[in-house]
């Protein structure tokens, strides 16, 4: 098994795709205690270490290199600051970069990153990992064309050591219309779970801004996009559906209970397997458990770009 050294690791979404596809995962490392809680319950085997990147001064030696730096600074969720400190993280990856120099290094963000105002810091990240010695390869790709049911886009910056000589390709989609495998949906995701998990889910009002655009679909289909703040994590399909009003304003089309999907069911829909657990350690809060999952990359996902790399490891 070639050996992965992952950073950002979170609860593990990446890693979980690293570990389907063969890999084993040497070290992690967050700086929030219940990714850390959640990722050991789930992956004893990895050593976790938990604090901030800043002060890892040695990583072990590895052939792969992940990494999913914060995305605030780039997402539709977070304050959109080109400046913001936390944006220039990528810079500590490349730091484990320049002292693992592993034969390959996959990094997940928002696919926001592609816009105008942060082409500078993508541009940045390519200057700073092809000055290591990589050819870098970047690919936008929607998790629910991998078998994940939901719509989520995100940035894959791939890169392979210049001494291979070789060309990073990313993986064709498998799901969906007109492909080998048909688009995988909430209904089939959330099979056996029961209907209202009380404590399980954020049941603060549905807020004027919630109500802003569409946050509902049916069963039949992938989900939204799964966030970190649960007060935006979208509608399950037994709640009402929305219908809209005017520009910016929507209503439950009927009367009923409404609800929005618990942590589970958003760990479902994120494609991590059924039996993840969720330890209940002093850090767990509600907001905690949104959060690591919202967070995560979608393991399917991560498997398919990961199982793309060439084989490069003997
Ligand atoms: C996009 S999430 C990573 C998700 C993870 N790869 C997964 O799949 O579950 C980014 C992570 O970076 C962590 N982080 C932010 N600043 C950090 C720092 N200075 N040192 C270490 N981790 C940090 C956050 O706590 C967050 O879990």
Same mark, same amino acid.
């Given at each position: #098994? *070639?050996?992965?050294? +992952?950073?950002?690791?979170?609860?593990?979404?990446?890693?979980?795709?690293?570990?389907?596809?063969?890999?084993?995962?040497? #070290?992690?490392?967050?700086?929030?205690?219940?990714?850390?809680?959640?990722?050991?319950?789930?992956?004893?085997?990895?050593?976790?270490?938990?604090?901030?990147?800043?002060?890892?001064?040695?990583?072990?030696?590895? $052939?792969?290199?992940?990494?999913?730096?914060?995305?605030?600074?780039? +997402? %539709?969720?977070?304050?959109?600051?080109?400046?913001? !400190?936390?944006?220039?993280?990528?810079?500590?990856?490349?730091?484990?970069?320049? %002292?693992?120099?592993? !034969?390959?290094?996959?990094?997940?963000?928002?696919?926001?990153?592609?816009?105008?105002?942060?082409?500078?810091?993508?541009?940045? %990240?390519?200057?700073?990992?092809?000055?290591?010695?990589?050819?870098?390869?970047?690919?936008?790709?929607?998790?629910?064309?991998?078998?994940?049911?939901?719509?989520?886009?995100?940035?894959?910056?791939?890169?392979?050591?210049?001494?291979?000589?070789?060309?990073?390709?990313?993986?064709?989609?498998?799901?969906?219309?007109?492909?080998?495998?048909?688009?995988?949906?909430?209904?089939?995701?959330?099979?056996?779970?029961?209907?209202? *998990? $009380?404590?399980?889910?954020?049941?603060?009002?549905?807020?004027?801004?919630?109500?802003?655009?569409?946050?509902?679909?049916?069963?039949?289909?992938?989900?939204?996009?799964?966030?970190?703040?649960?007060?935006?994590?979208?509608?399950? *399909?037994?709640?009402?559906?929305?219908?809209?009003?005017?520009?910016?304003?929507?209503?439950?089309?009927?009367?009923?209970?409404?609800?929005?999907?618990?942590?589970?069911?958003?760990?479902?829909? %994120?494609?991590?397997?059924?039996? #993840?657990?969720?330890?209940?350690?002093?850090?767990?809060?509600?907001?905690?458990?949104?959060?690591?999952?919202?967070?995560?990359? *979608?393991?399917?996902?991560?498997?398919?770009?990961?199982?793309?790399?060439?084989?490069?490891?003997?």
């Amino acid at each position: #098994m *070639p050996n992965a050294v +992952s950073l950002f690791s979170g609860c593990g979404g990446s890693d979980a795709g690293l570990l389907a596809a063969g890999f084993n995962v040497l #070290m992690a490392n967050d700086i929030l205690p219940y990714a850390q809680d959640v990722y050991v319950a789930n992956h004893p085997e990895t050593e976790y270490v938990l604090g901030d990147i800043r002060k890892i001064e040695h990583f072990p030696d590895a $052939e792969l290199l992940v990494g999913c730096y914060p995305c605030q600074g780039f +997402s %539709q969720g977070g304050v959109r600051d080109p400046s913001r !400190k936390i944006n220039t993280l990528y810079l500590e990856f490349a730091r484990a970069l320049k %002292q693992i120099k592993p !034969k390959a290094f996959i990094v997940e963000n928002v696919s926001g990153m592609v816009r105008a105002n942060f082409r500078h810091l993508l541009e940045d %990240q390519f200057k700073v990992f092809s000055e290591v010695g990589y050819n870098v390869k970047a690919g936008v790709l929607n998790a629910a064309d991998y078998g994940v049911p939901q719509e989520r886009k995100r940035i894959f910056i791939v890169g392979l050591r210049n001494d291979l000589g070789l060309e990073y390709e990313f993986p064709l989609p498998t799901h969906g219309k007109g492909r080998s495998e048909p688009t995988a949906t909430i209904g089939a995701a959330l099979e056996g779970m029961p209907e209202w *998990p $009380e404590g399980e889910f954020y049941d603060l009002d549905f807020h004027w801004y919630y109500l802003s655009r569409n946050r509902w679909r049916g069963w039949c289909e992938p989900s939204k996009t799964i966030v970190a703040n649960p007060r935006h994590m979208p509608l399950h *399909p037994m709640s009402p559906r929305l219908v809209k009003i005017e520009h910016n304003v929507w209503r439950f089309a009927s009367e009923g209970r409404a609800r929005r999907f618990s942590y589970r069911e958003a760990a479902r829909l %994120q494609g991590f397997k059924r039996d #993840m657990v969720f330890p209940d350690s002093s850090s767990g809060s509600l907001n905690n458990r949104y959060t690591v999952v919202g967070n995560a990359v *979608p393991p399917p996902l991560f498997e398919a770009v990961a199982r793309a790399l060439p084989e490069i490891w003997d």
